[in-house]
């Protein structure tokens, strides 16, 4: 007779459920934890892309008289006022600014300045400015030509601080995931003057 108890409790199935949950509760957590990961960095993608457009066309309405002096934030006071744009742009969008609104920039090229922030982010955030970027474009019929059109080009790149980096060992002990990386966007207007 403890012989046939014994096979009995062989082929009842009580804590089963327990053991699938605890064996696909770490994947549940992964693909929740990166679903909402990758959603806030499109977010923040999103976020980025309107500081660079409204940096752009901020840049492009703005006089080039001023482009040999040098302003209060170490670059022409139009320059400053776009740094000022992408700074107020962020903080509207309730993304840290990492200190953008006080970086001071620094000319890279001819008629490019780029200012580096990396007060309380987890990298630098970068803004490249570059007021007299040329590009072509073609029109259609009945102007059927190349023009070369000066614009105001305005590139961000932002830190992100990936959650997902920190869950995934969770499945894969050894997993090496950035802990950060930068979200890029650039945007460019024609100078209106």
């Given at each position: 007779m403890t012989r046939f108890a014994n096979l009995k409790n062989l082929r009842s199935?009580?804590?089963?459920q327990i053991v699938e949950f605890a064996v696909s509760l770490p994947l549940l957590v992964v693909l929740v934890v990166g679903i909402f990961d990758f959603g806030a960095a499109f977010n923040l993608k999103q976020k980025i892309h309107n500081a660079a457009l409204l940096a752009a066309r901020t840049g492009a309405s703005q006089t080039t008289r001023d482009l040999s002096l040098t302003g209060n934030c170490g670059t022409p006071d139009s320059v400053c006022a776009i740094r000022d744009t992408v700074a107020n742009s962020l903080t509207a969008a309730k993304v840290n600014d990492c200190g953008l609104d006080s970086a001071t920039g620094s000319s890279t090229g001819p008629l490019t300045w780029t200012f580096t922030a990396n007060s309380g982010c987890p990298g630098t955030l970068t803004l490249t400015v570059n007021r007299g970027?040329?590009?072509?474009?073609t029109l259609v019929a009945p102007f059927e030509a190349n023009y070369t059109i000066e614009g105001t080009r305005a590139t961000v790149s932002y830190p992100y601080r990936w959650q997902f980096s920190s869950v995934i060992q969770l499945v894969t002990p050894s997993a090496n995931y950035p802990g950060s990386s930068q979200i890029h966007s650039t945007a460019t207007v024609p100078n209106l003057n």
């Open positions: 199935t009580e804590g089963s970027f040329l590009y072509t474009t």
